[in-house]
């Protein structure tokens, strides 16, 4: 793969220290008491409440009790369903559910049940689409580390489904899951912080001991964008209370971004990471372009670095796709651009970067029917197989979901699955451990969680519907599906 690359310069890297509007916060408190805690002294409000019996809201509970930190936005009492409702602590030792195997596939889903404006964290098995466990909770946006499989939750700590404002901060859940075959679904809560607001729950990537997102800024004027970057390194145990302190850094951006992509770095914690940028004006006859910042993040915070151009952007309406993945034994990020060509249609044009230095890798391109992509789904298995889906196009066509083989070469065409044309396809993440592309609309007038088998062969892969006969998916139909993510370890290995 290296010698397909050529070098882009991508700008000095300036350390953020010393870059103006830096802000280290430190005030964001870890927020687990130590277990057995009920001296009054450990931050627990209620004496003698400590509890080992599965809890309300589909964790189980060790004994220990919770608490959140952050001038005092939260009580010791977890909030995982609104700003009225509370629960005891959410933790449970690893040991306290059946040894059963190694862990398995997940899909974790943020959303609300139809007709209700009951929020919700879902958790399904992806064998089946079945709902494991149901969470009462306001979810803003999740991600998973697969280093120590380690589940990042964010949570507006409301029960309107948004923070209370556009900058308020919210709830950060730390958990691990467990998943082992007859073991208990549960979650295990390590800690809760009080930490900026996502932007999107799509702009979120982890890297090494560090948790990097778009998170929100009250600035003069327009809402203001930073990139913050979390010290996750503590945050792999349960932490008790006045136990360490994770660090909270963010560096401002002069610009709303529309993506980011992170990469591990060569060595050391932290990595790197590109923020998409549209740098077009609102309204049609305002070309710009659509291209990267770049930064890197590490044990000295922030530093950023320069653009790099990825092709033009005639206006705000248009949105590329951006994500990440190993291809050839290399970590790379991903573009679908698109590019409007008059009465010839849309081309997409996926581009292969890595990001430290910036280099270019294989381009592919393809036509499309919409030019509105959604985030990229990836698996490195099958030689590497990156899946773009059309957001929003005409209402006379269909939604098109493709799928496009990266080992067969720059001259490779994807394969086409349609979707209804009265849906929407609002995200696609693909989970490994049962081959399946999972395709979801949170459309309330016609939801759905789609389970999409990848079969076929490297150079020509193709998806079927798990829902049709002989059918082998069945999720909640009640669920309106927002965030979704899935369970993916680094060890993972292809089957």
Known sequence: MPSRRFAVLAGLFVPLASAAGCSLINAYDAVKEAPGDDSGTGGDDVTGDDITTGS????????????????GEASSDVVTSGGDATSEATTTA?????????????VVIGGHVTGTTNYVLSVLDPATGNERNRTPMSVLGIAYEG???????????????????????????????????????????LAT?????PLSGEYVVPLVNRLAYISTVAVDGPQGSQLTSIDTTALAVLL???????????APL?????????????AGVGGNVAILQNTSMTGDASTGLFQFVTASIGVNGISMGGAIPLGSAPNQQVLAGFGSGVISSEYSALFAIPFLNGEAGITCSLQEWTLNPAATGPEQSF???????????????????????????????????????????SSAQPTSFPVQSTNTVTGVVFEPYTSTLVATADVASDNFILGLQLGGTASTPTLTDRGVQPISWTPPTDLIPTWVSVRQPSTFQCP
């Open 193 to 197: 912080l009080i930490v900026p607001q």
């Open 147 to 189: 280093t120590r499989d380690l589940w990042f939750i964010f949570d507006t700590g409301t029960s309107s489904g948004f923070p209370t404002t556009g900058t308020s901060p919210v709830v950060l859940h730390v958990r691990t899951l467990d998943t082992r075959p007859g073991g208990t679904w549960a979650w295990t809560e």
């Open 367 to 409: 036509t499309t029917t919409g030019s509105r992509y959604d985030p990229i789904a990836f698996t490195f298995c099958s030689g590497g197989v990156a899946f773009i889906a059309e957001g929003v196009v005409s209402p006379s066509v269909s939604n098109i979901i493709y799928t496009l083989p990266l080992a067969a070469g």
């Open 94 to 106: 690893p040991e306290a559910a059946v040894d059963a195997g190694s862990p398995a596939g997940a």
């Open 56 to 71: 309300n809201d589909g964790t189980v509970a060790s004994e220990s009790g919770g608490s959140s930190g952050g001038g």
């Open 240 to 250: 008790p209370d006045g136990g360490p302190t994770p660090a909270i850094t963010s």
């Open 254 to 266: 002069g610009f709303n971004p529309v993506g980011l992509v992170g990469t591990p770095p060569n």
